[in-house]
């Protein structure tokens, strides 16, 4: 039988030796009491800390901080000496990771990396994929977020936090109308490169000049990735020239 023994101002759980052996419990670790209700307590083994105290606060930083202050260089000069080690210790584990939002920058980021397991398909989505057109595939694997100014020419922002930096990092390019933007009626931000806006727009608007189309089909009709072709649209909705009829469904103003 188990009871509590008060010594000083602490409560220690006192086990008979038998009872202690049966429980399988050690001494090196630490357990958590859960109250399950109607006299019943949980005992929980505290799992092992994964990360250190300075490795902790690194993560919190490279979740909340600004991005202008998680700049290569300047980023450390936040940091104290353990910090510094603990960035390091981050990086080499892969929690941790470098990341140039352009070629155009010398510098790279701190971000967190990005989840593996996110990125990788059930093998009957696979199977599935690989039975379509080459083209809708690719398209079905690609997250509105994994696009990149560097490999798309465009990105689709979820986070309105993220869509503000980027409008920090790129403003001298948005001033002068090489890069446009804007929020679309599903909440998500789209930032396009005018010359591949400029490539395709004329495209899109003779395209739809018969009849209203949703961006998938338009998609197929121009051979463009339907976000892309999204992107476009939204740019043009923002000029006046389309208007969504419903949702992704884009018609020209007459």
Same mark, same amino acid.
């Given at each position: 039988?188990?009871?509590?023994?008060?010594?000083?101002?602490?409560?220690?759980? =006192?086990?008979?030796? !038998?009872?202690? $052996?049966?429980? @399988?419990?050690?001494?090196?670790?630490? &357990?958590? #009491?859960?109250?399950? %209700?109607?006299?019943?307590?949980?005992?929980?083994?505290?799992?092992?800390?994964?990360?250190?105290?300075?490795?902790?606060?690194?993560?919190?930083?490279?979740?909340?901080?600004?991005?202008?202050?998680?700049?290569?260089?300047?980023?450390?000069?936040?940091?104290?000496?353990?910090?510094?080690?603990?960035?390091?210790?981050?990086?080499?584990?892969?929690?941790?990771?470098?990341?140039?939002?352009?070629?155009?920058?010398?510098?790279?980021?701190?971000?967190?990396?990005?989840?593996?397991?996110?990125?990788?398909?059930?093998?009957?989505?696979?199977?599935?994929? =690989?039975?379509?057109? !080459?083209?809708? $595939?690719?398209? @079905?694997?690609?997250?509105?977020?994994? &696009?990149? #100014?560097?490999?798309? %020419?465009?990105?689709?922002?979820?986070?309105?936090?993220?869509?503000?930096?980027?409008?920090?990092?790129?403003?001298?390019?948005?001033?002068?109308?090489?890069?446009?933007?804007?929020?679309?009626?599903?909440?998500?931000?789209?930032?396009?490169?005018?010359?591949?806006?400029?490539?395709?727009?004329?495209?899109?608007?003779?395209?739809?000049?018969?009849?209203?189309?949703?961006?998938?089909?338009?998609?197929?009709?121009?051979?463009?990735?339907?976000?892309?072709?999204?992107?476009?649209?939204?740019?043009?909705?923002?000029?006046?020239?389309?208007?969504?009829?419903?949702?992704?469904?884009?018609?020209?103003?007459?």
């Amino acid at each position: 039988m188990a009871r509590f023994q008060k010594i000083a101002d602490k409560y220690n759980l =006192a086990l008979s030796e !038998a009872e202690f $052996a049966k429980l @399988q419990l050690s001494l090196e670790k630490e &357990y958590d #009491f859960v109250n399950a %209700g109607k006299g019943s307590y949980i005992m929980n083994e505290k799992q092992a800390q994964e990360y250190s105290a300075a490795e902790q606060r690194i993560i919190e930083m490279l979740k909340y901080k600004p991005l202008a202050q998680r700049v290569e260089g300047k980023f450390e000069e936040m940091l104290k000496a353990d910090e510094v080690d603990a960035l390091l210790s981050l990086l080499k584990k892969g929690i941790a990771e470098k990341y140039k939002l352009s070629d155009k920058y010398k510098y790279a980021i701190y971000r967190l990396a990005e989840k593996q397991a996110e990125n990788k398909q059930s093998a009957p989505q696979e199977i599935a994929q =690989a039975k379509q057109p !080459a083209r809708q $595939a690719e398209q @079905q694997e690609r997250a509105v977020d994994s &696009y990149t #100014f560097r490999k798309d %020419g465009f990105m689709v922002v979820k986070n309105e936090n993220l869509a503000r930096e980027l409008s920090d990092q790129y403003y001298d390019l948005i001033k002068a109308g090489k890069m446009q933007g804007t929020r679309g009626f599903d909440g998500l931000f789209y930032i396009v490169y005018s010359d591949l806006y400029n490539k395709h727009s004329g495209k899109v608007l003779a395209a739809l000049k018969s009849a209203a189309c949703n961006t998938d089909e338009l998609a197929e009709k121009l051979k463009i990735d339907k976000n892309l072709a999204k992107a476009v649209c939204e740019l043009l909705r923002e000029k006046g020239d389309l208007m969504e009829k419903r949702k992704n469904v884009y018609c020209i103003v007459e």
